[in-house]
C-alpha cells in the first residue's frame, strides 16, 4: 500500500485503502489496522497530534496486523 509521510515524532508515514489503515510508526515497524472507517482516517490525518490520536483512537480500537 502507498504510505506518505506525516509531520510527528511518533508516525512516519501512513496509507489507506477499502477500510485498511497502514501506519509506519517511528521504529519503522509497520502494522495494518483492518476496518477503519474513513472518517477516522480522515480525523486522524486533520489531528495536531497524530501520535496522541494513534494513542486514544486507533492503536487499542481496531484489529490489527503487525508488525509487517
Not at 477516522?40 to 508488525?67: C, H, L, T
Amino acid at each position: 500500500m502507498l504510505r506518505v509521510a506525516v509531520l510527528s515524532s511518533a508516525i512516519k508515514s501512513v496509507g489507506f485503502r477499502n477500510g485498511t489503515l497502514e501506519i509506519e510508526v517511528a521504529s519503522g515497524d509497520v502494522y495494518r489496522y483492518l476496518d477503519v472507517p474513513r472518517d477516522v482516517f480522515v480525523e486522524f490525518m486533520r489531528a495536531e497530534s497524530k501520535g496522541s490520536f494513534y494513542n486514544e483512537r486507533i492503536r487499542d480500537s481496531f484489529r490489527v496486523e503487525g508488525p509487517l
